[in-house]
């Protein structure tokens, strides 16, 4: 002989009402799928409204054309020493050109 509380007694008719409910549940729903809408009054369908047509997006603006920069053309360089004579030109030419500037500047003696 089995002894059952009033608890597990109890809790074995919860259960079974909470699955009552679920087939209840499940048939209705089952019922509404296959036989379509409830009956009874149903509410009046009201005209949907227009869609508006999608509008083209704005051009793209037309990039500007890429500028490619042109190097500097390379320069030869010749040493100076492998010719005397190049050599003292460049040293004569610079010499003179600093003596121009130094020449043209005036000294103003300081006020004491």
């Not at 704005?58 to 010719?83: Q, S």
């Amino acid at each position: 002989m089995i002894k059952l509380s009033r608890e597990q007694v109890g809790w074995f008719g919860a259960g079974l009402g909470a699955a009552a409910v679920g087939v209840v549940g499940y048939q209705l729903v089952v019922a509404s799928l296959l036989l379509g809408p409830l009956p009874g009054p149903q509410p009046t369908t009201t005209p949907t409204r227009t869609v508006f047509p999608t509008h083209t997006p704005y051009p793209t603006r037309t990039p500007y054309p890429t500028r490619t920069r042109t190097p500097y053309p390379t320069r030869t360089a010749t040493p100076a020493l492998a010719d005397p004579a190049n050599f003292a030109q460049a040293i004569a030419t610079f010499s003179a050109a600093t003596n121009e500037i130094v020449a043209s500047l005036q000294v103003t003696p300081r006020s004491r």
